[in-house]
């Protein structure tokens, strides 16, 4: 993969004898361990977010953890950015379920040498999006850290009945998925490049649009509504990457799914930043991750409604890009239709 | 204070413009900065948990974060006691409220030298405990870190009118305290000591016992609704030393405290203890901190019969150890009645 900025992070995930990367092979070993079929629980671990029963309708129940030199790093990423970007990758989870973000509890480890305003920084940028997205930051903990973790808990609601879980796509279902994808990963691999390239890229206009992908990603709260209502029967968010994502939704339903290349929704500025840096805009828009689009799954004759209402109700386009298919696995199709495995690639957690 | 083992967590909490630790001038300008006034926000930042309304109850949120070299080390450590000390310390915290917890969030952050087998060795010990207190661990995160990170959120429940907050101890209250305290800090003491004095100690059994304290502490769930239904007026657990704490429930009471130091219920195997190490019992059970024992007030006349159910259903001893008075700070009573002020010491998450 023609990806230097990004070598260590996003590239061929080892498929282990479970088929899926290190994190996926780990997690299905602790679900296995931690029975979650309590009275009450009505989705556990493994899907975006948790189902629980909470009085008229169902509390969803997410986290999500941001390490400094795995998720973020310092030199690059604003206290203020890095805020925003906690709280809303866990409301994009709660998007994906279809459901609404209420209240986020908020704990914060950070170095001594860390100064106060800095901290009050990153509590501005949470306040960003909490308010962006009307969560009521609750409560949390802070303790001191070698480096800065962030790890954000948010609850939210969705009606009973409304929920769109992982499981639910149906062989001839059509892949549908919001927004551009790749421009966080290539937001990344800017944010890491030459100053000067940087510098003259935001001058542009591309790269400011590619920086803001990376670290001031958008959660599609309403979109994943509007989603649910029009009868998506599975629906995961885009973190990991397409390919990965995608083949997590498809396991979970127990069907395959065929993507044509073509119809894959490539951030426009991937192709002016392949001019200065040797990025596959392709590459990055099928296993760049971070993108927090919503990739589901609707039946046929649904499509065309859902996506103008997104259209005209959020400004967002909503993609076709593919079908579930009986049986395993994914399919790459190109324009002329010839078809080709494809594996997984994405980001994985885990990777050393 | 003569405790060399814990030098540099536990000690005198440098008292700031705001009269308290960094930590506690920290959260107030978070409080300040994060409104959470939002309907369905029944109580937010800085009580033990977060109160929400969420159907027919009211919804209980806390989190807590263990960092390793800061709560926690891993020479020390095992990966079972370390999950379920992660669990039942935010556990704690719905039960100072006077709550049930029901749901669990569970992030995880572990570098890539750490075995799977120890990964699944911790969530055994989050088993342990979501087993023991009722808790369904329905989701959360892992990721890569160079230092171990636990990152816990839990959700529960309390009836509307029933849940007890920090804030509403008045004069003439009698201050009550559940179980043993500095067991714990004993135990983390012990736990650092030559492997030696260790091996003997627990031999003797009373060794074992602190290890205990320390390494798997356990919430007092059952005590504490028995507290909130026996009409307590405010309730904290001690996890950051019993005067921190108390001095923490005075200061959002607007009140101020008198402790008779003879009635602390200092663990007895502090004072075996004491006899191997150079510790201070009296110092650890005032400022030791992770006991997670409930401490309360309560009118003058309900004292008795609270005392009593806890000892019947739940072989509790609850100890009166002074009352509130009007004001404000803490005030420590010898056995002769003379009276002295009392710093607040303990715990400091932020101290550098």
Redo the contacts between chains.
């Keep these: 993969m023609v990806n230097p900025s990004l070598g260590e992070e996003i590239g061929p995930v080892p498929v282990g004898p479970a088929g899926g990367p290190r994190?996926d092979e780990?997690?299905a070993?602790?679900r296995r361990?931690?029975?979650?079929d309590?009275p009450?629980?009505r989705?556990?671990?493994g899907d975006d977010?948790?189902l629980?029963d909470?009085?008229?309708?169902l509390?969803v129940?997410?986290?999500?953890?941001?390490?400094e030199?795995?998720?973020f790093d310092l030199a690059t990423t604003s206290a203020r950015d890095l805020g925003y970007k906690a709280v809303a990758v866990n409301v994009s989870d709660v998007a994906a379920m279809g459901g609404s973000p209420?209240?986020g509890?908020?704990?914060?480890?950070?170095p001594?040498a860390v100064d106060?305003s800095w901290?009050?920084e990153l509590?501005?940028g949470?306040?960003d999006a909490?308010t962006e997205y009307?969560v009521?930051?609750?409560?949390?903990?802070?303790?001191?850290?070698?480096?800065v973790?962030l790890?954000v808990?948010v609850?939210g609601e969705v009606a009973r009945g409304r929920a769109v879980t992982r499981a639910g796509a149906r062989p001839a279902d059509r892949i549908v998925v919001t927004g551009w994808l790749g421009g966080a990963a290539g937001g990344l691999a800017l944010s890491r490049a030459d100053p000067h390239v940087v510098a003259q890229a935001v001058g542009w206009g591309w790269g400011h649009e590619l920086l803001g992908a990376h670290f001031r990603p958008a959660a599609r709260v309403g979109e994943g509504q509007a989603l649910a209502g029009g009868g998506a029967t599975a629906m995961i968010d885009v973190s990991d990457g397409l390919t990965l994502d995608l083949w997590r939704l498809c396991r979970e339903s127990g069907v395959g799914a065929a993507v044509r290349l073509a119809d894959v929704p490539v951030h426009p500025a991937l192709f002016e930043l392949a001019g200065v840096l040797e990025v596959e805009p392709l590459e990055l828009a099928l296993s760049g991750g971070e993108d927090y689009e919503l990739l589901a799954t609707l039946p046929a004759p649904a499509v065309k409604d859902v996506a103008s209402g997104l259209r005209d109700r959020f400004g967002t386009t909503l993609m076709e890009i593919g079908e579930i298919r009986a049986g395993e696995g994914l399919t790459a199709m190109d324009r002329d239709g010839n078809e080709r495995p494809m594996e997984p690639k994405g980001w994985d957690?885990?990777?050393?």
């Design positions: 994190e780990l997690l070993t602790l361990l931690l029975s979650d309590a009450g629980v989705l556990g671990l977010a948790a629980v909470m009085g008229a309708h509390g129940l997410t986290a999500d953890m941001l390490v030199g795995v998720h209420r209240y509890l908020v704990s914060l480890g950070v001594a106060a901290v009050v509590y501005g949470i306040r909490a009307a009521s930051i609750v409560g949390g903990d802070t303790s001191r850290s070698d480096r973790v790890s808990a609850t957690h885990l990777a050393g």
